[in-house]
């Protein structure tokens, strides 16, 4: 059974950091590309970030370009959502996403507010 | 960026009615179109990928059709659990957008 499970969401001031994580499991992490996408409360789906299976390429909406960094290790099945410069606009509920957006993690909130 | 105009916003319909749903793409997606559902406070999950192929366990009333820029999904048969709010996404090119979401209620 696939699963991915976000953690390290919370509660956070303007201009702060936060690292989202995302454990994967039940299918060959390391061969798949993976998505972050995000949903403010009340709002529709945004994707955000792509990396390859290889870290070869990432790719960034312009909201976020500058500010997040999406990385993986495949050692540990892990993706991951540096970010950074935090803004109000920014709190939603933070989703993982295989490639082809076959499957998805459960989300974690990140709420940035003074 | 391809933009996904998806169209109903709001949709009231009665259990058993024909339920259809539609986007259009700013430009041409070659099927690079898949549908999602979100049912409240739930994490969406994939129905339809390739603009018409069955995701693992979806129920057979699920369908998606379309090419070019026109994309459908329906439902034959309306059931209580398929009250949710539906998606659409391009994955023709990045980045990646989605449609404004169809929110399903009953009538």
């Known amino acids: 059974e696939v699963q991915l499970v976000e953690s390290g969401g919370g509660l956070v001031k303007p201009g702060s950091s936060l690292k989202l994580s995302c454990v994967a499991s039940?299918?060959?992490?390391?061969?798949?590309?993976m998505h972050w996408i995000r949903q403010a409360p009340k709002k529709g789906l945004e994707w955000i970030a792509l990396?390859?299976?290889?870290?070869?390429?990432?790719y960034y909406a312009d909201s976020v370009k500058g500010r997040f960094t999406i990385s993986r290790d495949n050692s540990k099945n892990t993706l991951y959502l540096e970010m950074n410069s935090l803004r109000s606009e920014d709190t939603a509920m933070y989703y993982c996403a295989t490639g082809s957006f076959d499957y998805w993690g459960q989300g974690v909130m990140v709420t940035v507010s003074s | 960026d391809i933009q996904m105009n998806q169209t109903p916003s709001t949709l009231s319909m009665s259990i058993g009615e024909r339920v259809i749903i539609n986007c259009h793409a700013s430009e041409i997606i070659n099927t690079w179109l898949s549908w999602h559902q979100q049912k409240p406070e739930n994490a969406p999950q994939l129905l339809i990928s390739k603009a018409s192929n069955f995701h693992t366990e979806v129920p057979s009333r699920f369908s998606g059709s379309g090419s070019g820029t026109d994309y459908s999904l329906s439902s034959s048969s309306l059931e209580p659990e398929d009250i949710a709010t539906y998606y659409c996404?391009?994955?023709?090119?990045?980045?990646?957008?989605f449609g404004a979401g169809t929110k399903l209620e009953l009538k």
């Open positions: 990396i390859y299976y290889d870290s070869s390429n990432k």
């Open positions: 996404v391009q994955a023709k090119s990045l980045p990646n957008t």
């Open positions: 039940g299918f060959t992490f390391s061969s798949y590309g």
